[in-house]
């Protein structure tokens, strides 16, 4: 009787379950409710621009002469087409250029690439020459007051930085180092790579 009677209840538990079970999943089945999310976008109109606005007068030092004033190009992106001429130790010429953020975002220096000059000899005495003024040369990018510009400083959007171009013929030139005859001077392209930035000081 026991046997029977223990049977008896296993299966009067499991189909009470199997009954619940599917009593909740009918009930459930029976109420259903949607969702919706609604609304509009858009995306605003923006710039990103950053440009020379404006070259200085060349600033001179010694017996250096500018031949020809560079000119801003029409993407104002480019510096160019000048000439200049040094002819004694502690000659120099510089020029300050405006850079203008005239775009949407805030922007920062990503890299900055100074140049090595080349330098070209004539006459006989071509390469001697080369090398004794190429070793002399200094070439320079620093802000308006000379100080050394770091890769991350940031241009807010309607603000200006102004840099500081020049080429020196150094002082220590001895006698025997002077050019017999003219040296021409390239390699002066100057970059300056900027990039969205997202820097604290933007805010």
Same mark, same amino acid.
């Given at each position: 009787m026991k046997r029977g009677s223990n049977q008896?209840?296993?299966?009067t538990i499991i189909g009470t379950l199997i009954v619940i079970v599917t009593a909740i999943a009918v009930g459930y089945a029976s109420f259903s409710e949607?969702?919706?999310? @609604?609304? !509009?976008?858009s995306v605003k109109s923006s710039t990103w621009s950053v440009v020379f606005t404006n070259i200085s007068n060349a600033y001179l030092?010694?017996?250096?002469?500018?031949?020809?004033?560079?000119?801003?190009?029409?993407?104002?992106?480019?510096?160019?087409?000048? @000439?200049? !001429?040094?002819?004694?130790p502690g000659d120099f010429v510089g020029y300050i250029v405006d850079v203008e953020n005239k775009g949407t975002f805030c922007a920062e220096i990503e890299t900055i690439t100074v140049p090595t000059p080349?330098?070209?000899g004539t006459g006989n005495n071509a390469a001697v020459d080369a090398a004794n003024v190429c070793k002399h040369l200094t070439y320079t990018l620093t802000d308006a007051s000379s100080n050394p510009i770091e890769t991350g400083k940031v241009l807010k959007t309607n603000q200006t930085d102004q840099f500081r171009i020049l080429l020196k013929y150094g002082e220590e030139v001895t006698a025997e180092e002077l050019p017999k005859a003219d040296?021409?001077?390239?390699?002066?392209?100057?970059?300056?790579?900027?990039?969205?930035?997202?820097s604290d000081k933007c805010k």
């Open positions: 008896s209840i296993k299966v949607s969702l919706t999310i @609604s609304g !509009s976008a030092n010694g017996l250096a002469s500018e031949i020809t004033h560079p000119e801003i190009d029409t993407k104002q992106t480019t510096v160019g087409n000048y @000439s200049v !001429s040094l002819t004694a080349t330098c070209t040296v021409t001077i390239s390699n002066l392209s100057v970059s300056i790579t900027y990039k969205q930035s997202t």
